[in-house]
C-alpha cells in the first residue's frame, strides 16, 4: 500500500496556454479507457493526482505540464 501510495498519489499541474486544452484520465489497471475529460480555457490551471481509477493523463492542446521529473510544454519540438 505504501508504494502504491507513492505512485498513485502524485500531482501533476497543467496551465492551458490556449483555449479548449483537454484533459483526459485513463483507467488504471488492464484496460485502458478513458474515464473523464476536463476542458481548460487559457490560463486555467489544474492540479491532478494519480489515483487507485487513473494511472495515465492524456492532455490535448498547447500547456505547460509540471510534474516531480520536471517541466515541459506539450507544443516543444
Ligand atoms: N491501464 C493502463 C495501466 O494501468 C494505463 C496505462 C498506464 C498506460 N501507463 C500506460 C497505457 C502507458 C499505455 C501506455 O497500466
Known amino acids: 500500500m505504501n508504494d502504491f501510495n507513492e505512485l498513485a498519489g502524485e500531482y501533476i499541474v497543467i ?14 489497471g488492464r484496460d485502458t479507457k478513458f474515464h ?13 493526482q494519480f489515483t487507485q481509477h487513473t494511472s495515465a493523463i492524456k492532455i490535448r492542446g498547447r500547456a505547460e505540464v509540471m510534474t516531480k521529473h520536471g517541466n515541459l510544454r506539450t507544443d516543444q519540438v
Open 15 to 28: 496551465k492551458a496556454l490556449e483555449n479548449g486544452v483537454t484533459i483526459i484520465g485513463l483507467t488504471r
Open 36 to 48: 473523464h475529460s476536463e476542458k481548460l480555457d487559457k490560463g486555467e490551471v489544474m492540479v491532478a
